[in-house]
Structures are given as structure tokens and as C-alpha cells.
């Protein structure tokens, strides 16, 4: 995509995959290209005010700010202790579709994030599709899934979200896709460092909480979706991970919170 790479197409960017990249034997570049106290908010494509939102969106859309500003508070005190200035991404709140600086996307997409333009872009329908065609629910999954956008922007900053795109050009379908695994696990591990620290700080989590991450996690994973859609699973077509990855990363992040961990440190046994 022009002008930048894009990371982490969440839950909407999945199910999509589930019911055509699977199908296809296609990848998941292929489908785009073809398709903080305070946040800044942009209007998007075909852009809606607030007042036009329905009563849902209006709540997800203030959900979504809540989220992301609380993401914001943790990793600015994190960036601090390493010596480093964090800045926040932009939240970007679309319906039907939205132009980035890596190119024009639909709400089937979901969320994701762009490296172009440091924007997380999230269509407000996308909570609803997550609960009507996996079965994901609960305030805490959809924080993990923002969070886990907003670990897309923390590997940017980092040098970290760079580096691997570039050898990923470099590399074969296959081995590109591995490199994506090990990006999005990263990124689901970075969702549960938040989490971590967002519940030292404010004791955020409540009974339950956890485990509704977790089974978002397991749902999310490239042999769940895979079999849901097509009845079998091919491993060298993964790019987010199976679901046994996910919620070792997402439960590994909430449990440590530390940064000096990494997917790019391991084999791939051990991922």
C-alpha cells in the first residue's frame, strides 16, 4: 500500500479473511489493496457527524476514546521508563469506508492501523460483527482488540513495525507470512502489557474480564477461522497466528508486562 504499511486489521479485517482470503488461498496485503486524555478524532470518507450517529455508535464511539486514552496513559508512563517520548496515535471513527495514507478500505475490514499516517481507523459496526459471527463479547474483548491496535502503533514506534515490513518484502508468500505471525502476536502481547499496567494503576479488571480476552483470542486464531470456514486449516497461509498462540501472548502480556519480551527473540517451536 502507498505511503505506508498496514498493521493488525482486528477482528473485522479476520472474519473477512474468513470468508474470502481463506477461500481463496489469498493474502491478507491482497485484500486491502484491493478494498492521552486527548484523542483526536477524524471524520472519515463519506464522513457522518456525531449527532447523525445512532444511539450504539454513539456509545461505541465513546467506548472506543475511553479506550484509547486509557492506552495512552499507560504507555506514556512505559515509554518514560525507557527513555522515550510516547506519542499517541490518532483515532479515526469511520462508516462504509475511509481513505489512509495506505490507501482506501471498506468496513469489512474492520480496524487497523497505518503506519503512513499513525492512525488507528475503527468502523463502529465492527463490535457488532465481532458478537454476531464468533461469538465475541464483553466490554474487555473489545478493549483487546483496540489495544491490540494501538500494539501495532507501540512496534512503529518502536523501529519494530518497519524493520519487519521491509524484510517482508524481501521475502517469499510463506515466509512474509511467518514474519506477519510473529508482528501479530507481538501486537496481542503489547494488548496485554495495557492491560497490565491499566489494571495496576486503576484496578481496571473485573472478574471475568480476563477469560473474555482469551476466548476473543481463540476465536481470532488463523486454524479457528480457518476451520470455521472451510473446514480445514493451512498453516503456511497463517498471518495472525493460531488461537493456542494468541492467548499465550495476550495472557504472557497481562501477566508480566514486561517489555524486554519479544516474539522476534523465539523459534518457532516456542511462539
Known sequence: ???GTVAGLGLGGILLIAAITFLSGGNIGDVINNVGQQIQVQEATNPQTEASFTEEEQELAKFSRQVLAATEDVWTEVFQKMGREYTPP???????SVNS???TASSAVGPFYCSGDQKLYIDLSFFTTMKSQIGADGDFSYAYVIAHEVGHHVENLLGILGKA??????????????MSVRLELLADYYAGVWAHYDNKKYSSLEEGDVEEAIDCAQKIGDNYLQKKAQGYVQPESFTHGTSAQRMKWLKLGIQTGNMNVTTFG??????
Not at 515490513?165 to 511467518?178: C, E, P, T, Y
Not at 523465539?266 to 511462539?271: K, N, W
Open 1 to 3: 500500500m502507498s505511503g
Open 90 to 96: 490518532t483515532l479515526v471513527l469511520f462508516t462504509s
Open 101 to 103: 495514507a495506505c490507501g
Open 165 to 178: 515490513h521491509q524484510q517482508m518484502n524481501q521475502m517469499n508468500k510463506v515466509n512474509a507470512n511467518k
Open 266 to 271: 523465539v523459534s518457532e517451536s516456542e511462539l
